[in-house]
Nanobody, 113 residues
Framework: QVQLVESGGGLVQPGGSLRLSCAAS????????MGWYRQAPGKRRELVAT???????DYADSVKGRFTISRDNAKKTVYLQMNSLKAEDTAVYYC???????WGQGTQVTVSS
């Protein structure tokens, strides 16, 4: 059974940084495009960043220049480095296998002073 397990969320002050991790189980991780999404209270889930099997990346305009998605295929893990965090980045962040549709359980990120 394929699983995605996110970690690394927490409470951080505005301007701070966090690194989220998403550990995948199962085979063939390296061939799958992966993505990070987020959902704030009362809002729809939105795409934050994507990375292809070849390492090409794309970002939502709201996080460009602040967030970086990366992957380590040997560890079957995808990361989201988040810098210069703002209050509006507060949300539950989800990892997604964009080929199979599998989702992780989410990790809460709260940006507040």
């Amino acid at each position: 059974q394929v699983q995605l397990v996110e970690s690394g969320g927490g409470l951080v002050q505005p301007g701070g940084s966090l690194r989220l991790s998403c550990a995948a189980s199962g085979s063939f991780f390296s061939i799958y495009p992966m993505g990070w999404y987020r959902q704030a209270p009362g809002k729809r889930r939105e795409l934050v960043a994507t990375i292809t099997s070849g390492g090409a990346t794309d970002y939502a305009d709201s996080v460009k220049g602040r967030f970086t998605i990366s992957r380590d295929n040997a560890k079957k893990t995808v990361y989201l480095q988040m810098n210069s965090l703002k209050a509006e980045d507060t949300a539950v962040y989800y990892c997604n296998n964009r080929a199979t549709g599998y989702w992780g359980q989410g990790t809460q990120v709260t940006v507040s002073s």
